[in-house]
């Protein structure tokens, strides 16, 4: 079964640790992403890769670290320096420039 | 500034009417612009893409570069169609990577 997997589906994390959320995807595509998604804001994107072993900050990349050593992984991790981790987190992936983007399912984080 | 918006939050319609959902954008080149849609318990999928000016569910949407906008439309509105519904837009220099507006939630009402 080809796509995009997330998890866990459902996190809950003490303020002050670090969490990883994973991103695995089987389509053979070369760009993944991050995107938060929060009530009345839409998607925001966190962090992004085009190509195996590098990435690029989004638009809301404080807080957050990420990493690219294969091409079918990039787990995100959220610091405890991330003001407001409590959100929804989406991962997806495309095949090129241009080509359409493949969401997972999601990832919800509740900081407690 | 690179931007999508969506001004409506909210858009309840009865079944059979017609549906505008309402997205421009700001872009200083040539976008291109989608609609991604999330049905409840669902992953948010794409719906079209400008470029492929084609029909999906009886929905289109039409480029207007003039206006900048993207709205999507609907002429009979049915009840399966609720869902969020987020407009979208990548550029040539983006890689890829596209920008949502906040979303509208489309409720049906039977």
């Known amino acids: 079964d080809g796509g995009i997997t997330q998890s866990p589906k459902y996190l809950f994390r003490k303020e002050g640790q670090n969490v990883t959320l994973s991103c695995e995807q089987n389509?053979?595509?070369?760009?993944m992403y991050w995107y938060r998604q929060d009530p009345g804001q839409g998607l925001r994107l966190i962090y992004y890769?085009?190509?195996?072993?590098?990435?690029q900050k989004g638009d809301i990349a404080e807080g957050y670290s990420v990493s690219r050593e294969k091409k079918e992984s990039f787990p995100l991790t959220v610091t405890s320096a991330q003001k407001n981790p409590t959100a929804f987190y989406l991962c997806?992936?495309?095949?090129?420039?241009?080509?359409?983007?493949?969401f997972g399912e999601g990832s919800w984080l509740t900081v407690v | 500034a690179q931007r999508v918006t969506q001004p409506e939050k909210l858009l309840s319609v009865f079944k059979g009417a017609p549906v505008e959902l309402k997205c421009n954008y700001s872009?200083?080149?040539?976008?291109?612009l989608f609609w991604y849609v999330q049905y409840s318990r669902q992953r948010l999928q794409l719906l079209l893409r400008?470029?492929s000016r084609e029909s999906i569910k009886g929905f289109t949407a039409d480029l207007n570069k003039g206006e900048t906008s993207f709205h999507l439309k609907k002429p009979f509105a049915q009840e399966e169609d609720s869902a969020m519904y987020y407009c979208?837009?990548?550029?040539?220099?983006?890689?890829?990577?596209?920008?949502f507006g906040q979303g509208t939630e489309l409720s049906v009402k039977p």
């Open positions: 997806a992936s495309s095949g090129s420039q241009g080509n359409t983007i493949y």
């Open positions: 389509l053979n595509h070369d760009a």
């Open positions: 890769s085009q190509i195996v072993n590098d990435f």
């Open positions: 872009y200083s080149g040539s976008p291109e």
């Open positions: 400008h470029i």
């Open positions: 979208a837009l990548s550029g040539g220099n983006q890689g890829g990577k596209l920008i």
